[in-house]
């Protein structure tokens, strides 16, 4: 009863859900025996005979209702109130809430409640439920703990009793209920129309499933998937089959990955494919693990960090000068799709034989022939998808989600770069260039004018370049001119080379770009790993002072601490009672203000020129994180009570402005002092002026308003 309980799973992404029955056995609501339904509900034979007589009555009565009221699918109790006739539309949740708790107080009885206050606690946790992220984890059990159990039926057993047969009930109509209203009427899934990658988003089934036939169709015409016999086969035909090959065959569609459709802008999509975990055994996984590592060795690319790749062309640019550097970014659309299969055969084929003739050992020869063998054979067997109940053969390159797909796009691209792009590899008399492509985003520099043009020429090859998605530092006929231009998490300045963090990855709502696991199971450990350095990337690409200036350094610094601490406050602000959220200031000390600074100063000492001295007091930094968490503290409505506690901290940090007392300037990891603080430079005038830079939060940040975000 004390794990956390993910509600979203039973609802979103479910696209088969016929009819009621396909969730629960209608036998369970027909028969007049309650024994089955009730142990349907509770599982556990001691509890079911501990239930008493009344909670029997009122359980009957939900199943006589829920036979009742579920004969159309509940669809006759949907209302929502916009006009969403034509076209693919978002439903909002508030009208998806409406509609289910019609349908959920027409089946459960009043008495069931005993009074207003546990019908509000039902309705605010249905709300809750249906407002969840995806995969998000509730502590169910906290969540109906204010439930009154001393008003009637549950006064009719004990205190303790009555809350797991409560706990076992709620669980089941949030479970089985909740959930099929949902699913069989909408369809529940997430999307890649903004940066929000955990929000779910509602559209009416029957729209959805319009949207997906059209779609599908589409693809069918394009040649993209085809049927495949026999598993298209119509019943008269497969009733010829004998029942060990009929039932062999359900076995195998089963097996077979699910294809989804991701929605893009303008009623645009990427297709996936899903297959479930347990699918895979511990055997397979292994040969799946053993094919992706030759894979990787065939493709013999070795991985150099971005940061260190810019950093050389940095000095580089420097020691000649400082010329004009010119920018292109760009993205292919549908790369795993744009594969040829046969070119990508002979590939593999080339790419072996090289690998024979260099390699000495006879059993990794051994080895990696087998291997070799099982991969041609892999990619000449044909790709299956499964939509609905019907079977189709992926014919146009591989689709995402298909497990060797990453490892065959890298092996594809990297030999088609060395084919198209041999030339921007290479560097004459201190040319300065930097060619990166990481999956299917490509990011060049040079010094050149003529050779951008000429790259992008090159990427002409390819027939699948996204230019909407392709920006420039120049002046281009049709594409798109930016002076910062941003890949895989960064901004970076075309004219002075700066790196900043993209607004992307601490601008928009933060409680979407957390995975609320169950980890959550354990609050301040979970608190630890999404705060500190395991959830906040601190490198040298924006912690240095070589091309980073020390006002933008301290800019970084504080933006760090402001994603720490929007964290902080969301997850709190979710899970935690306002009376208890003190206790994981600890926390926040332990994992910001003192290792993550650590992290930060030593990265900063550890990149900077000769000729600069880095003048500061960790009381900077440490006052700098605490103020990100007071702004936060104050955006976030739930957080307000962090606010005074805060204020302590920040006013024995605040060393700069506040009063001055001795205290470090330089501390160990261990905790001891390594030299003592320097009035001189904890009040430099230089750093007070950087400091009133940062009185708001950055602009994107938002902070979670649990009023703005149940609307």
């Excluded at 995806?134 to 109906?144: G, R, S, T, V």
């Excluded at 060395?418 to 004459?428: D, G, M, S, T, V």
């Excluded at 696991?517 to 601190?538: H, Y």
């Excluded at 300037?665 to 261990?670: A, E, G, V």
Aim: net charge positive; aromatic share 14%; with cysteine.
């Amino acid at each position: 009863m004390n794990d956390p309980i993910c509600f979203s799973q039973y609802f979103v992404n479910k696209e088969n859900v016929r009819s009621f029955n396909n969730v629960l056995n209608s036998k369970l609501l027909r028969s007049e025996n309650n024994d089955a339904f009730l142990r349907n509900i509770f599982e556990d034979e001691k509890l079911l005979c501990e239930i008493s007589t009344e909670i029997k009555e009122i359980i009957s009565e939900i199943r006589k209702n829920v036979k009742s009221f579920s004969k159309h699918d509940f669809k006759n109790y949907i209302i929502v109130s916009e006009d969403t006739q034509q076209g693919l539309h978002i439903i909002k949740k508030s009208d998806v809430l409406s509609s289910c708790c019609t349908v959920l107080n027409m089946i459960i009885p009043r008495n069931f409640f005993g009074n207003i206050g546990n019908s509000n606690i039902f309705n605010i946790c249905t709300k809750i439920i249906i407002y969840s992220m995806k995969n998000q984890c509730l502590f169910f059990e906290k969540m109906i703990s204010k439930w009154d159990l001393s008003r009637f039926p549950w006064n009719t057993v004990t205190t303790t009793l009555s809350f797991k047969i409560l706990y076992h009930i709620l669980h089941w109509i949030f479970k089985i209920i909740l959930s099929s209203i949902i699913s069989l009427n909408f369809y529940v899934t997430t999307s890649k129309l903004d940066n929000d990658e955990n929000k779910l988003y509602y559209f009416l089934q029957n729209q959805w499933q319009r949207f997906f036939d059209v779609h599908l169709s589409k693809m069918v015409i394009a040649k993209v998937i085809n049927k495949f016999e026999p598993y298209c086969l119509g019943k008269r035909i497969k009733n010829k089959y004998s029942l060990e090959q009929r039932l062999k065959l359900k076995t195998i569609k089963k097996s077979i990955f699910k294809l989804h459709l991701i929605l893009k802008p303008n009623n645009n999509f990427r297709p996936i494919v899903r297959y479930k975990n347990e699918a895979v055994n511990s055997s397979e996984r292994y040969k799946i693990k053993e094919r992706l590592n030759f894979l990787h060795t065939l493709t013999g690319k070795s991985y150099e960090k971005i940061e260190n790749q810019f950093s050389t062309l940095y000095m580089l640019w420097v020691k000649n000068q400082q010329p004009k550097l010119y920018f292109v970014k760009t993205d292919l659309s549908n790369a795993f799709g744009s594969i040829n299969k046969d070119k990508l055969l002979k590939i593999l084929n080339e790419r072996y034989i090289e690998f024979q003739k260099l390699e000495k050992s006879l059993y990794v020869k051994n080895k990696f022939t087998q291997l070799y063998k099982e991969m041609v054979t892999e990619l000449r067997r044909p790709l299956l998808i499964r939509a609905g109940s019907t079977i189709y053969e992926w014919k146009e390159g591989l689709v995402q989600g298909y497990k060797y797909s990453p490892a065959l796009s890298e092996l594809y691209y990297s030999y088609l770069d060395k084919l198209y792009f041999k030339e921007y590899f290479k560097k004459h008399n201190n040319e300065l260039k930097l060619f990166i492509r990481v999956v299917d985003d490509y990011f060049y520099i040079t010094d050149s004018l003529e050779d951008a043009h000429s790259f992008l020429k090159a990427l002409s090859n390819y027939r699948n370049v996204n230019f909407a998605k392709t920006f420039v530092n120049f002046q281009h006929p049709t594409i798109k001119y930016s002076e910062n231009i941003t890949f895989l998490g960064y901004s970076y300045s075309t004219v002075n080379l700066e790196v900043s963090r993209a607004s992307t990855v601490f601008g928009g709502n933060m409680c979407y770009k957390i995975c609320f696991s169950p980890a959550i199971a354990d609050l301040g450990k979970f608190i630890e790993n999404r705060i500190g350095q395991s959830g906040i990337q601190i490198n040298k690409h924006i912690f240095n002072f070589y091309y980073n200036n020390e006002g933008l350094v301290w800019h970084h610094i504080f933006v760090t601490f402001c994603l720490s601490a929007n964290k902080f406050c969301t997850i709190l602000a979710i899970y935690c009672d306002e009376n208890k959220m003190s206790k994981y200031l600890a926390v926040y000390k332990t994992r910001v203000t003192v290792k993550l600074c650590n992290s930060i100063l030593e990265t900063l000492n550890k990149y900077q020129p000769q000729d600069f001295i880095f003048k500061y007091c960790v009381n900077h930094l440490r006052y700098l994180a605490y103020k990100a968490l007071f702004l936060c503290a104050q955006k976030t409505p739930k957080c307000n009570v962090l606010v005074p506690y805060v204020n302590i901290e920040l006013a024995k940090t605040n060393c700069i402005n506040g009063k001055w007392r001795e205290h470090s300037s330089k501390i160990c990891r261990r905790g001891k002092s390594v030299m003592p603080a320097c009035k001189e430079v904890c009040k430099r005038a230089d750093l007070k002026i950087i400091m009133k830079n940062f009185d708001n939060l950055p602009v994107g940040v938002q902070c979670y308003n649990h009023k703005l975000f149940y609307q």
